[in-house]
């Protein structure tokens, strides 16, 4: 990050929060939690090369003080990119759809007045380190936890991203399906909510030869119940052909937006009763 960027960053969380009152008011007020989950492109290599991030936010990436995250101490802070800054083992990150789909939301239609996000995201992690009983899901959950515990809030979905590193080995690709069926069942039941959305991105792209495998998995998944499906395909890739450009992720998070606000509005005319997923 340069040093200019860096003094730009530092002004604009000062803007952001300079005002103590608004942002103590965040912290009290009715809101929505996201879950940010799976691999390096929900973590967000957005604009980063060669190890080092470009430092470009566009603007629907910008911080906003009803926009919050749980930084690695569990404690809730204005969000700004990059959003996974201290998520998992130390890593370049870059910008991810996280905090574009957070604007997104608030401006369409959120249901509250401020939105939480949860990045819970590692890069390189096949499906099977997400399993059950796994340090990454043991710690999905601790973290999902502690947000509904430190100043309430409906959970409201899980974004997920992941499976390139499910591309390399066909033994990993033939199972994808069944192992994805199996985390949304088992995060489900642990986490006390039967019906939480579920909002999964199908793969643009991967490590190995084997894409198309874990593609059939991921849209075959969304005919479980409360599973919808964001296609990656075709989204622009950085050079090094794997993950999303900054761009990129913004048009995705818009496309997570859409999805998210279709099952608010189904759901609402089907109960006629306030949007709950739990």
Same mark, same amino acid.
């Given at each position: 990050?340069?040093?200019?960027?860096? &003094?730009?960053?530092?002004?604009?969380?000062?803007?952001?929060?300079?005002?103590?009152?608004?942002?103590?008011?965040?912290?009290?007020?009715?809101?929505?939690?996201?879950?940010?989950?799976?691999?390096?492109?929900?973590?967000?290599?957005?604009?980063?090369?060669?190890?080092?991030?470009?430092? %470009?936010?566009?603007?629907?990436?910008?911080?906003?003080?009803?926009?919050?995250?749980?930084?690695?101490?569990?404690?809730?802070?204005?969000?700004?990119?990059?959003?996974? *800054?201290?998520?998992?083992?130390?890593?370049?990150?870059?910008?991810?759809?996280?905090?574009?789909?957070? %604007?997104?939301?608030?401006?369409?239609?959120?249901?509250?007045?401020?939105?939480?996000?949860?990045?819970?995201?590692?890069?390189?992690?096949?499906?099977?380190?997400?399993?059950?009983? *796994?340090?990454?899901?043991?710690?999905?959950?601790?973290?999902?936890?502690?947000?509904?515990?430190?100043?309430?809030?409906?959970?409201?979905? &899980?974004?997920?991203?992941?499976?390139?590193?499910?591309?390399?080995?066909?033994?990993?690709?033939?199972?994808?399906?069944? %192992?994805?069926?199996?985390?949304?069942?088992?995060?489900?039941?642990?986490?006390?909510?039967? #019906?939480?959305?579920?909002?999964?991105?199908?793969?643009?792209?991967?490590?190995?030869?084997?894409?198309? #495998?874990?593609?059939?998995?991921?849209?075959?998944?969304?005919?479980?119940?409360?599973?919808?499906?964001?296609?990656?395909?075709?989204?622009?890739?950085?050079?090094?052909?794997?993950?999303?450009?900054?761009?990129?992720?913004? $048009?995705?998070? $818009?496309?997570?937006?859409?999805?998210?606000?279709?099952? $608010?509005?189904?759901? *609402?005319?089907?109960? $006629?009763?306030?949007?709950?997923?739990?």
């Amino acid at each position: 990050m340069s040093i200019s960027w860096s &003094i730009r960053l530092i002004f604009t969380l000062f803007m952001v929060s300079y005002s103590y009152p608004e942002w103590g008011r965040a912290l009290e007020a009715p809101s929505d939690i996201f879950i940010l989950a799976g691999q390096s492109n929900m973590a967000g290599r957005g604009g980063v090369r060669h190890g080092k991030w470009d430092g %470009n936010v566009p603007p629907e990436c910008r911080p906003n003080p009803s926009i919050l995250r749980l930084n690695p101490q569990l404690q809730w802070e204005v969000a700004h990119e990059p959003l996974h *800054t201290g998520i998992g083992p130390p890593k370049t990150q870059g910008v991810g759809p996280g905090l574009a789909f957070a %604007n997104e939301v608030r401006s369409k239609g959120s249901m509250s007045v401020v939105v939480r996000l949860v990045p819970c995201a590692v890069g390189g992690s096949k499906i099977s380190a997400w399993a059950r009983g *796994t340090p990454l899901y043991n710690e999905l959950v601790r973290r999902t936890n502690a947000s509904l515990s430190q100043g309430g809030g409906r959970l409201r979905a &899980i974004l997920w991203y992941q499976g390139e590193s499910d591309t390399v080995r066909y033994e990993d690709a033939k199972v994808y399906k069944d %192992n994805m069926e199996k985390l949304i069942i088992d995060l489900r039941s642990d986490l006390g909510l039967p #019906t939480l959305l579920f909002i999964q991105v199908a793969l643009g792209s991967g490590e190995g030869k084997f894409i198309e #495998t874990v593609r059939r998995g991921q849209l075959g998944i969304c005919r479980l119940p409360n599973v919808k499906c964001v296609d990656a395909k075709g989204l622009r890739l950085e050079p090094d052909k794997l993950h999303l450009t900054t761009i990129a992720q913004v $048009h995705l998070a $818009h496309k997570l937006a859409a999805v998210f606000l279709a099952a $608010h509005q189904s759901c *609402t005319m089907k109960t $006629h009763t306030p949007f709950d997923l739990y």
